[in-house]
Nanobody, 119 residues
Framework: QVQLVESGGGLVQPGGSLRLSCVAHDFTLDYYAIAWFRQAPGKQRELVARISSGGSTNYADSVKGRFTSSRDNAKNTVYLQMSSLKPEDTAVYYC?????????????WGQGTQVTVSS
């Protein structure tokens, strides 16, 4: 089944770190741009980070300098390393993969992983 699966979420204290993983099943991530979104209770889903198929990255101002996205195409996996976590980073984190090929857009979402930053 074609899908993205996130993992690595959990409970962490303020100032701590977590690494999220986004693994592709039944398709190859090589040509996909991967975006990380998050959604906190009562808030809209927001874009956190994006990594292109070539490895270029962009980050929301709120996470710049604290979050880093990387990809390991050999493992068909994209990572989001999160450091200096704050309570306001608490949310469900989703990865999204997209590519365009011959005029058609392929887009997949993961199921999300909960990140809770609390003392």
């Amino acid at each position: 089944q074609v899908q993205l699966v996130e993992s690595g979420g959990g409970l962490v204290q303020p100032g701590g770190s977590l690494r999220l993983s986004c693994v592709a099943h039944d398709f190859t991530l090589d040509y996909y741009a991967i975006a990380w979104f998050r959604q906190a209770p009562g808030k809209q889903r927001e874009l956190v980070a994006r990594i292109s198929s070539g490895g270029s990255t962009n980050y929301a101002d709120s996470v710049k300098g604290r979050f880093t996205s990387s990809r390991d195409n050999a493992k068909n996996t994209v990572y989001l390393q999160m450091s200096s976590l704050k309570p306001e980073d608490t949310a469900v984190y989703y990865c999204n993969g997209e590519r365009r090929l011959f005029g058609k857009t392929y887009n997949y979402w993961g199921q999300g992983t909960q990140v809770t930053v609390s003392s």
